[in-house]
Structures are given as structure tokens and as C-alpha cells.
């Protein structure tokens, strides 16, 4: 059984907004919680972090004055790979 806090947590859309309301927050930054998807394989967590990505790109786009957001980051091989080819 997923829990009701769980379904609100995921949930960028009406529910989050009826739950802003309630508690007078005209906006939120989102941003994915330890763990994330750096602790996964290069493939899991690069699939993951798109998933996140445009997720929440789409309800940022859907409610632009309501939500904000930091990037998922690419898992730590990748990320790695990015720094040390951008150093050359």
C-alpha cells in the first residue's frame, strides 16, 4: 500500500496546489532528496534523471508562477566524464 504521503510528494499537480493553498505558499523549488540518482548505474540513473527532469519541466511549464526547480544530476561516472572533457 503506497502511503498518502508518498501520492503528495510525487503528485505536481492539483494536489500540490490545493496543499500550497492551504498553507499560504505562493511557490515551491523543487528538487529530488538524498538519495538520488547519482548512487545508481550510469544507465538506471541517467533514465531516472531525464524521467525527473521532464517531469517536473512539465509542471513548471503548466504552472510557471507556482513551481521552480533544481536539475536532477547525472549519476557520478557521467558527471565525471562531463567535468574532465570540459577541462580539456
Not at 31 to 44: A, F, Q
Request: glycine share 6%; aromatic share 10%.
Amino acid at each position: 500500500m503506497i502511503s498518502t504521503w508518498f501520492v503528495g510528494i510525487v503528485d505536481l499537480g492539483e494536489g500540490r496546489l490545493r496543499e500550497m493553498m492551504k498553507v499560504e505558499f505562493d511557490m515551491q523549488v523543487l528538487s529530488i532528496s538524498i538519495p538520488g540518482v547519482e548512487l545508481l548505474d550510469s544507465s538506471s540513473g541517467t533514465t531516472l534523471e531525464r524521467q525527473i527532469n521532464d517531469e517536473v519541466a512539465q509542471a513548471i511549464r503548466k504552472y510557471p508562477e507556482r513551481f521552480s526547480a533544481f536539475a536532477a544530476m547525472p549519476p557520478r561516472i557521467r558527471f565525471q566524464q562531463r567535468w574532465n572533457s570540459s577541462e580539456r
